[in-house]
């Protein structure tokens, strides 16, 4: 079964406080979440393998430890993932950048699917998909499946709030994917919004209402 990891991070917490704040406008929302994004990163890639080289300091050589070189992609689900990936990319930058477009249906809160571009070679990348919301579960569900059936098989799943009953599907209908979050809140409202949650995490980021 899948882990799911809280990052309860001093850093982390006080600027997802900042985040959840509906006073906190679009450009401050921007480069939290931004900020955020690269702090988790920061304990997601903590398992990348190592080599050893050797390194010549201006003392003598040494045997040293380098990145083994694997290859990563990050796939935000759009809109609101795009918010997540340039802080990724801060501390990862030579990975590749995929995209899934899904939508929540405001009505059946049922995701609906309209762009999927990934790298080309899915089957040797070990993917880092990215949300700021797991609400329902739909729509990182949905992603995942969509990686999968290109070929991905290593995929963990990154959000910034998360909602029980979207942890318990994912980890359900994924059991293979670690999923990584820095607040686990207490539930969904009647219209799947997470509670307390920051509300529509792409209207928030994009300005759009
Ligand atoms: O877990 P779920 O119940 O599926 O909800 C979570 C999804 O809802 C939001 O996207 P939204 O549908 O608002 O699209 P947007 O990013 O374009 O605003 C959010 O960014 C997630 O993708
Ligand atoms: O609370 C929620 C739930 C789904 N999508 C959001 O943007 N926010
Ligand atoms: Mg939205």
Redesign the pocket.
């Known amino acids: 079964m899948g882990k799911v990891y809280v990052f309860d991070h001093p850093l982390i917490q006080h600027k997802l406080t900042m985040i959840r704040d509906k006073n906190t406008g679009t450009k401050d929302f921007r480069e939290l979440t931004d900020e955020v994004a690269t702090l988790m990163a920061f304990e997601i890639t903590r398992d990348l393998p190592l080599e050893e080289v050797t390194v010549q300091t201006p003392v003598c050589d040494a045997k040293a430890k380098v990145l083994a070189g694997k290859k990563l992609g990050i796939v935000p689900?759009?809109?609101?993932?795009i918010g997540m990936v340039d802080g990724v990319l801060k501390l990862i930058p030579a990975a590749k950048v995929g995209h899934v477009?899904?939508?929540?249906?405001?009505e059946t809160?049922?995701?609906v699917e309209y762009y999927v571009k990934l790298p080309t070679d899915v089957e040797d990348r070990d993917f880092i998909v990215v949300?700021?919301?797991?609400?329902?579960?739909?729509?990182?569900?949905?992603?995942i499946n969509s990686l999968k059936k290109r070929g991905a098989k290593n995929i963990k799943f990154m959000c910034l709030i998360a909602?029980p009953e979207?942890v318990g599907l994912l980890k359900e209908a994924h059991p293979d994917v670690d999923i990584y979050i820095a607040s686990l809140d207490e539930k969904?409202n009647e219209k799947?919004y997470i509670v307390p949650g920051l509300g529509?995490?792409?209207?928030r980021?994009?300005g759009?209402k």
Not at 77 to 81: E, Q, T
């Open positions: 689900i759009l809109r609101a993932g477009g899904l939508y929540r249906d405001p809160l049922q995701p949300d700021p919301m797991l609400a329902t579960g739909g729509s990182a569900i949905e992603a909602a979207g969904l799947g529509d995490a792409g209207d980021l994009f759009t």
